[in-house]
């Protein structure tokens, strides 16, 4: 009976041990974990990827929108710019015509001034109504001077269409040709704009 057992010891200690079912579900189920564990770390990245991406092209959007709205801005300031600009312009022009009518209906005053002060003798220029009259002609070629109105030199300067009216001509040998002999009637010019020609005559 001894012999018996120390052989079936015997046989028991020959034998391997096998791995346990447990021990062999945990080492399949710690691949599988691991496995796990990569593809979810992998749609993680992918999706903080498409994360930025969407982020990207919503600024990208934005900084379009931004540079168009600028753009409008821009060309609108630059047409209000314009805008005002014609608007002076039209207006200065507006104010140029209005002021020609007027200095041009002026004008025919100052001339019976000049003739009617250029007929009084020279002993009768202390008279005090003459003196009053001399007096406001003076004042009104002050104003006419202050808004911008000169006269046009004509006698003694060369003839210019531009400036000169000519309704005779002359032979003199003490004058050279085409110069202005004599005036008729004074001409007048608002800045640089003509308001009246001179009438003139020319000597050949």
């Known amino acids: 009976m001894k012999e018996k057992e120390m052989k079936q ?3 028991r200690e020959e034998q391997p041990e096998c791995e346990s079912p447990e021990q ?3 080492t399949v189920d710690a691949g599988n974990v691991s496995g796990d564990s990569g593809e979810e ?3 993680q990245e992918s999706t ?4 930025d991406m969407k982020k990207k092209k919503k600024k990208e959007k934005w900084e379009e929108k931004i540079e168009e709205l600028e753009d409008r801005v821009k060309r609108q300031m630059a047409e209000f710019d314009n805008f005002r600009k014609r608007t002076e312009k039209e207006k200065s022009h507006m104010y ?3 002021a020609r009518d007027v200095i041009e209906k002026i004008l025919p005053v100052v001339d019976n001034f000049e003739r009617g002060l250029a007929t009084v003798p020279e002993e009768q220029k202390a008279d005090p109504v003459i003196d009053g009259m001399d007096k406001i002609y003076r004042q009104l070629m002050t104003v006419l001077t202050d808004l911008g109105v000169t006269p046009i030199e004509a006698v003694g ?3 210019d269409p531009n400036f000169h009216n000519a309704v005779m001509h ?3 040998e003490n004058l050279g040709e085409n110069v202005v002999a004599e005036e008729f009637l004074k001409g007048y010019m608002y800045k640089e704009l003509v308001i009246r020609h ?3 005559k020319v000597a050949n």
Not at 48 to 51: M, R, V
């Open 9 to 11: 010891e015997d046989i």
């Open 198 to 200: 001179s009438m003139v």
């Open 157 to 159: 300067q060369e003839f």
């Open 48 to 51: 903080e990827e498409a994360g």
């Open 24 to 26: 062999e579900e945990g």
């Open 41 to 43: 770390s992998s749609a």
């Open 170 to 172: 002359v032979e003199d």
């Open 96 to 98: 140029e015509v209005g």
